[in-house]
């Protein structure tokens, strides 16, 4: 069965350095997300993405994150100069298509702890 | 806006009994309301959704939801409890604006005592 994929599934980072979190969405998916758990919290929305640019972007989503679908298969989040508060769990997820009944699929998250 | 509540953050039921894990939920249109369910150390797994329909909706490993909503409801229950469906229960509900994205609860953990 098909099934979204993350690497690394944990990041270690220094406060100020740069990350990329990397993602595989399922194959024929079009629409796709980035949600970050931070630990003990919900899982909350950050970005979707659809035909090579974002659709919807939270506010947690400031100018230091971005998103990037640099191939036909991978969908990146950049953190460009991480905080301590950017520790968390984050999740890729996709969706086939458009439809309101379509289930998102998450990945199993990359656990990012920002020292 | 939309919203979730899951009223219990711990819900402990002994195996083979009965289990649900309650979801409330607040949109201002149709609802469209999901179950994920989060195992230690790994990602979100859907379990199941309600979007039209019946209101009862059946999904993976025998759990089931029910949508009322009258009470604003869709609680999740499973009729005998295993000590494998201890993990952390989740619910969202679809924005009903722009990307779809999911509002979740803020999750129950479940554990079912052998």
């Known amino acids: 069965e098909p099934e979204v994929t993350q690497t690394p599934s944990h990041q270690v980072t220094q406060m100020g350095q740069e990350v990329i979190l990397r993602c595989v969405p399922i194959?024929?998916?079009?629409?796709f997300y980035w949600y970050r758990q931070i630990l003990g919290q919900k899982v909350e929305f950050l970005v979707s993405?659809?035909?090579?640019?974002?659709?919807?972007k939270s506010e947690i989503f400031d100018d230091q994150f971005s998103v990037e679908r640099p191939d036909g298969s991978n969908f990146t989040l950049k953190i460009r100069s991480t905080k301590l508060e950017d520790s968390a769990m984050y999740f890729c997820?996709?969706?086939?298509?458009?439809?309101?009944?379509?289930?998102?699929?998450f990945g199993p998250g990359t656990r990012l702890l920002v020292l | 806006a939309q919203s979730v509540a899951q009223p219990e953050d711990q819900v402990n039921v002994a195996e083979g009994n009965p289990l649900t894990v309650k979801c409330t939920y607040s949109?201002?249109?149709?609802?469209?309301l999901f179950w994920y369910v989060q195992y230690p150390n790994r990602g979100l797994q859907f379990l199941l959704k309600?979007?039209?329909?019946?209101?009862l909706v059946k999904g993976s490993y025998g759990f089931e939801a029910e949508f009322n909503k009258s009470q604003t409801s869709f609680h999740l229950k499973k009729p005998s409890a295993l000590v494998s469906d201890s993990a952390l229960y989740f619910c969202?509900?679809?924005?009903?604006?722009?990307?779809?994205?999911?509002?979740f609860g803020t999750g129950t953990r479940l554990t079912v005592i052998p």
């Open positions: 997820a996709s969706r086939i298509g458009s439809a309101y009944q379509e289930t998102q699929y």
């Open positions: 194959s024929n998916h079009l629409y």
């Open positions: 993405f659809y035909n090579n640019e974002i659709s919807e």
């Open positions: 949109v201002s249109g149709n609802p469209y």
């Open positions: 309600y979007i039209t329909g019946d209101n």
């Open positions: 969202a509900v679809r924005d009903q604006t722009g990307a779809n994205n999911l509002f």
